[in-house]
């Protein structure tokens, strides 16, 4: 019959530096099942080196090692996994259960890996065998050393392995207990699992049958105390119920690294909640930002159409650079015949208003106010959206007649009036009377400008009694649709060229503006800004993740004797990737749903109370989501490879 454990000719060495350290040399070993080995020596001779290449922890330096006849020197780290956690068990001097975690837990967690169901019912009944019925739910640190060492018997019987490797399981424990603990391994050698223990101490190893002795290394002795208990034949492996549909072992485990990954999340709540505020934060300042963003343009928007839509505005004078006029000879005049001709000018345009405009002293009663007049056609009123929000705008034969009647801006109505209604009252414009007919709708201001100090009157009127110019300061063209405009633009400057008799090697002397595109060009603006302010606040974000990294880094470094332990029991590494990847992605996308609700209450914030327009829409809030969950993978990933490619026995000799 093949030998349980072959070993032939295995060695071990640690490289420390350019020095050799050969911890063990030439180990020829065979043991047979059902076994019950000692692994006898003094302090520092490689038992432990041993035992862990034993139970496929590590590697031999040389030599060829062959477990259940199978050679196991080409596993790889996962295979090696999964063949610890089918047919060994491990109980270490430290005991080794998971911090803050309960008994019932820790028994449970290497059928995790094994993908086995029913996993709290076949812990229950271990802890029972073990005598800790009584204590399922209590934490390690509420258990005495005897006791946790029991947890870890159950925890190590719970895979029904063929082996129990025990490295000075006793070590850690007064006399009473450590008899105890013997006692069990000697039950369970009578079932017939083989044990291999480890220990120092003499009167330990002689509770086993086979005591091999080492000293610097090497086996010095191999003493047969008692015989091997005759064929208890291990007890057939009762209903255990592997997962076997493939899915059902994907959500069965999705839902453990869940489960672990929130344990670890709970189980420190304070560093969860410092490094879920960095996300929190990023996601609701990009949140509010891109609300802040889109009120400001959808303001814009609304007040340019105030301004009104399809418009071209012709000015005298060279067309200029960023409001810096060509040379003065070049100016030139608009006059009423250009606007009429205008008029006629295109199919395309649909109306043409005159400007002319000029400083005012305004008074009524002992008030008076200085302003600015503008004297326009009545066109006006729709073109500029203007219609007064009391009282009416003036007539055509009003223009013609160059009526004495006038319409206030706000400003000036507040200056001149108070509480007063300025309707059909008197006022005298730079010392001539006239009778206000109506109140222009408010306009707020464009730049340094107050839109609302101003007057307006018929055009004649303003050109003969009190601006007192023949010609017009500017025209302004409103077209049929924005499609028109161009059209519309080449037609005006054909007429003015004639109208002005340019020559072809002559500049234009006037200018035409098209409102519309320079509406365009401010959205456009504010549209920049707005991403502008996005990227800010998105590198809060990046700047949340890097905290989330770090925590990770420090959650893995922390637990690095937890990742040992795992892996010592069977986690292969894709468990261990998704456990610390899961912990990122809840941190993130927790701190991404709590910043989505603070952005939204942001910005309903700033629109109550402040006055701002903030409006929330779906994408910015998805973006804002989809980042930050992105961001918890993507830094999450780094860590967690990091975690998962340990090597479980550095790992648990980690400080
Ligand atoms: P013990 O018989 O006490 O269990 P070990 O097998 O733990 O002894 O260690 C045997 C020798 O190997 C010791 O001298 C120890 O210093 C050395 N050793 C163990 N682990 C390492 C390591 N990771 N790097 C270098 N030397 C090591
Ligand atoms: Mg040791």
Redesign the pocket.
């Known amino acids: 019959m093949a030998a349980l454990i072959e070993l032939k000719n295995i060695g071990r060495s ?1 490289f ?1 530096g350019n020095t050799e ?1 050969k ?2 040399q030439e180990v020829n070993l065979e043991i047979h099942e059902g076994e019950f080995v000692a692994i006898m ?12 290449i034993l139970g496929l922890l590590d590697r031999p330096t040389y030599g060829t090692y062959r477990l259940l006849g199978k050679d196991v020197s080409k596993l790889s780290d996962d295979e090696g996994a999964a063949l610890r956690s089918r047919s060994i068990g491990f109980i270490f001097q430290m005991f080794n259960l998971l911090p803050r975690t309960s008994a019932l837990q820790n028994v449970a967690m290497p059928l995790i890996y094994a993908g086995v169901e029913h996993r709290l019912d076949r812990a229950r009944e271990l802890l029972t065998q073990v005598g800790l019925a009584d204590r399922l739910s209590h934490n390690p640190n509420e258990l005495s050393g005897g006791q946790q060492q029991r947890v870890a018997i159950a925890r190590a019987l719970v895979g029904h392995p063929k082996i129990i490797f025990a ?2 399981p006793t070590g850690n424990l007064a006399s009473d207990q450590a008899d105890e603990i013997l006692a069990y391994l000697q039950k369970m050698n009578d079932t017939g699992i083989s044990v291999i223990m ?1 220990t ?1 101490e003499p009167d330990i190893a002689a509770h086993a049958r086979r005591i091999i002795h ?1 000293k610097d ?1 090497r086996i010095v002795g191999d003493e047969k105390t008692r015989e091997t208990k005759k064929k208890t034949k291990l007890p057939s492996v009762p209903e255990v119920r592997l997962l076997t549909s493939s899915l059902a072992v994907r959500w069965a485990e999705f839902k453990e690294f869940f489960a672990t990954a929130w344990r670890g999340i709970t189980s420190n709540k304070t560093r969860s909640v410092l490094s879920v505020l960095g996300i929190l934060i990023g996601v609701a300042s990009v949140v509010t930002m891109l609300a802040i963003g889109r009120g400001a343009e959808m303001a814009i928007r609304a007040r340019l159409s105030s301004l009104g839509t399809n418009l071209l505005y012709l000015r005298p004078g060279a067309p200029s650079m960023f409001g810096v006029h060509g040379a003065q000879g070049s100016t030139s005049r608009l006059t009423l015949a250009d606007l009429d001709a205008l008029k006629r000018a295109s199919s395309s345009i649909k109306s043409v208003d005159g400007n002319v405009s000029g400083a005012a002293q305004v008074v009524y009663k002992d008030q008076n106010a200085n302003t600015q007049v503008t004297g326009v056609l009545p066109v006006y009123e729709t073109m500029r959206a203007s219609t007064p929000y009391y009282g009416r705008f003036f007539t055509d034969q009003e223009n013609t007649a160059q009526a004495r009647v006038a319409l206030l801006g706000q400003t000036v109505v507040n200056e001149l009036y108070g509480q007063e209604n300025p309707v059909g009252t008197e006022v005298k414009i730079n010392h001539i009377n006239f009778r206000v007919i109506g109140i222009l709708p408010a306009k707020g201001s464009q730049g340094p400008r107050d839109q609302d100090d101003t007057i307006i009157m018929p055009l004649a009127t303003a050109m003969n009694r009190v601006v007192g110019n023949k010609y017009l300061n500017s025209l302004s063209i409103e077209c049929t649709s924005m499609e028109s405009m161009p059209e519309a633009t080449e037609a005006i400057r054909t007429l003015m060229r004639k109208r002005h008799r340019l020559p072809a090697y002559k500049d234009d002397d006037f200018d035409i503006r098209n409102m519309a595109e320079m509406q365009q060009a401010m959205v456009s603006t504010t549209q920049t800004i707005t991403m502008l302010l996005g990227m800010v606040a998105a590198i809060s974000l990046l700047v949340g993740g890097i905290g989330i990294m770090n925590i990770m880094l420090v959650s893995v470094t922390e637990r690095t004797r937890e990742i040992g332990l795992r892996k010592a029991v069977g986690a292969p590494r894709r468990a261990i990737l998704w456990q610390f990847l899961m912990e990122s992605a809840v941190l993130s996308v927790g701190g991404g749903l709590l910043g989505v609700m603070l952005g939204g209450l942001l910005s309903f914030l700033l629109t109550t109370f402040a006055g701002w327009t903030a409006v929330l829409t779906v994408p910015s809030i998805l973006l804002a989501f989809v980042f930050s969950a992105g961001i918890g993978i993507v830094f999450g990933f780094w860590p967690a490879r990091k975690a998962s490619l340990l090597s479980p ?2 790992a648990l ?1 980690y400080e």
Request: glycine share 16%.
């Open positions: 640690y420390l350290l911890v063990l020596g003094p302090s520092g001779s490689g038992k432990s080196t041993l035992m862990q490295d000075e480890v120092h080492i290394g026995i550095e000799r």
